[in-house]
């Protein structure tokens, strides 16, 4: 069956860094699949160029039967390709409900998904409380962006990101920096969405949270795939061990808490 996303072969220097080498990634449809490695090892990069915020030096990029290699990001979007950002990028001087409505602007390109919703106003405000509902942001609708806490705004991150009904969602690090009674929250959430058909991409440093939850794991170190498989075989992989001996669970460029 073809993936639902496929990398495929894909390379990408900066300057004298090789972020990625030859490296092929898939994500079947209706899976949960994880994507880890020590920092620098290219998981951003390759979430970059799948979404088209970086271009490939060689290899592809399909979403399905469709190539959409450098396709700039409204591209991707328009395919149901959504992602969050490894340091959030919600507006902080907004409230809550705000950034909800502009993501529901940028849902144009979408609407054609879901015919019935009308542009703006109250149809706009009853699916953003509904996406606030799930997440449990609801109670912090009106107050600002930044007085959420990290993990309060990494579910907001989540919440924006559904508005568009993407089919599947790329989530960097969703877990970073967030309290562990709110991991089990978001790990609850995602793993509701996928069964209710959502696809999902996670790079996560958390392994009780990747090996939790995903149906399928790759492992990259220095931009290449050194495993892939069920999250079983990939923990007692002593390649992965490997890639991940001598660094921290910490996470360098991971914000404050
Ligand atoms: P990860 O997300 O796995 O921590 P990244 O994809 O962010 O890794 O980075 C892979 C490598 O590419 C690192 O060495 C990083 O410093 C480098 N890199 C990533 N983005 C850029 C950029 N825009 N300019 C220069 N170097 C970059
Ligand atoms: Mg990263």
Redesign the pocket.
């Known amino acids: 069956m073809t993936a639902l996303l496929r990398a495929e072969r894909v390379s990408k220097a900066?300057?004298g860094?090789q972020?990625l080498s030859d490296c092929t990634v898939e994500v079947a449809r209706g899976s949960i699949t994880g994507l880890i490695?020590?920092?620098?090892?290219?998981?951003?990069?390759?979430f970059n160029i799948i979404t088209g915020y970086e271009r490939v030096d060689a290899g592809d990029v399909y979403a399905g039967d469709r190539k959409i290699t450098n396709a700039p990001p409204e591209r991707a979007f328009a395919l149901g390709i959504g992602r969050t950002f490894?340091l959030t990028r919600i507006f902080p001087r907004l409230t809550v409900m705000e950034n909800m409505l502009v993501a529901a602007q940028h849902r144009g390109v979408r609407r054609w998904h879901n015919p019935l919703a009308r542009a703006g106003g109250q149809a706009d405000r009853r699916r953003a409380t509904e996406l606030l509902e799930f997440t449990g942001i609801a109670g912090h609708a009106k107050a600002l962006a930044d007085t959420l806490s990290y993990g309060q705004r990494k579910l907001l991150e989540l919440a924006y990101v559904l508005v568009a009904d993407p089919e599947v969602v790329l989530l960097d690090e969703p877990a970073g920096g967030v309290n562990p009674s709110l991991i089990q929250h978001i790990s609850a959430r995602i793993g509701a969405l996928n069964a209710s058909g959502t696809t999902f991409l996670i790079?996560e440093h958390n392994m009780d949270f990747v090996m939790g939850l995903c149906d399928r794991v790759t492992v990259?170190d220095y931009?290449t795939v050194v495993a892939s498989g069920p999250p079983e075989i990939i923990r007692n992989d002593p390649r992965v061990l490997d890639a991940y001996l001598g660094t921290t669970e910490e996470d360098d460029?991971a914000p404050d808490p």
Do not use: E, I, R
Not at 37 to 46: D, E, H, I, Q, R
């Open positions: 900066f300057g860094v972020a490695g020590p920092n620098g090892s290219g998981k951003t990069t390759l490894q790079v990259l931009g460029d």
